[in-house]
């Protein structure tokens, strides 16, 4: 399952969590992301869509590989 944060700019969050852990606020990075997230919406995945996305996935590889 993917959970997606609630939180508009996720990324800005994770990085002030990792600029607070490195000037010693949090000593444990992960255990302060965690007990400060706030999750919305969860995804789970599909596995009958795993076809098609291995498919999708097989072009762009192929893709990258015309243009290399």
């Known amino acids: 399952s993917i959970e997606r944060l609630e939180l508009a700019q996720g990324g800005l969050w994770g990085t002030a969590i990792m600029a607070a852990h490195g000037v010693g606020i ?9 007990a400060r997230r706030s999750t919305g919406r969860r995804f789970d995945p599909r596995p009958g869509d795993a076809k098609i996305y291995g498919r999708v996935y097989d072009e762009y590889l192929e893709s990258r590989n015309v243009r290399s």
């Open 26 to 34: 949090f000593d444990d990075m992960l255990a302060a992301a965690r």
